[in-house]
């Protein structure tokens, strides 16, 4: 769950509903070869789907009793968020081998500084899986599936932005100073990407990667902080209806 804390209430904003807006920035790459590749269809596909294990957990959201808000992703319980991944991966496993590679490779990447012993097992767990796959796939190209990941990285963080900042405002510590840009996407000039925001509404790039102006539309629920204490926090989330915030992506123009 990605969270939201205001003074008086708490965003939600479930996992897989950040990664399909993550999925819809893919659509709208023109950048590189990607539109000819393929594997367009799968790295969509692992990009959409890369958070589905979270899908169940986000149904009932957990209460963290040490710091008196729900838990959201970052803080989430080690032990059982490395059960979510395993899960997810494993769906998206079922579909299409390499979009698990992908997904895969995402997750070891978070975890491999962990010094969790659940940390640890997960990312030994999810090597021997990478070995299954890399035996089964026909071809590999080593520097395209870097440039792949790439994009899942960039599509995710940018996602992020889009869900963990209230719209119009860029304070979440993660991305202050731009959206992280990896060396295997070669079409920008900077490590980072600035985003812009006009409005609450809109928010313009730089170096636009998109073939034309588009808009996301990410599903919230909007829960008062007095409605959890009366009613408490799975019945809060349950009973709220999503709500939805909209966003317009342009390119910035030069003055």
Known sequence: MIIREREHDFIFIEQHN?????????????????????????VIF?????DAGWI???KQPFWNDAKE???????????????LYSHGIDQVQTTDLYAALLCSE?????????????GRNFV???????????????????????????LLQFCDNLSLFLCLNEPGENSHPFFTK???????????????????????????IKEFPFNNPFSVTYDFKLIPKYQIRKNGLLNSYVEAP?????????????S
């Open 178 to 204: 731009g959206i992280p840009l990896s060396s295997a996407l070669p079409h920008f000039s900077q490590e980072k990407m600035a985003v812009t925001w006009v409005n609450d509404e809109t928010m313009v």
């Open 69 to 83: 808000m729900p838990y959201s992703f970052i803080d989430f319980p080690a032990p059982m968020k490395t059960l």
């Open 46 to 50: 692992a990009i959409e789907q890369h």
């Open 124 to 150: 030994a767990q999810e090597k021997k899986r990478q070995e299954i796959i890399h035996s089964l796939l026909t071809s590999f190209d080593e520097e395209l599936f870097s440039y792949h990941y790439a």
């Open 242 to 254: 999503f709500k939805q915030t909209t966003i317009q992506i342009k390119e910035k123009q030069e």
């Open 18 to 42: 950040h990664a399909l807006v993550a999925g819809e920035l893919i659509k709208q790459w023109k950048m590189g070869a990607f539109n000819d590749s393929p594997l367009q269809e799968a």
């Open 106 to 118: 995402h997750y070891v990447r978070f975890l491999e500084q962990d010094g969790t012993e659940s």
């Open 56 to 58: 169940p957990a986000d």
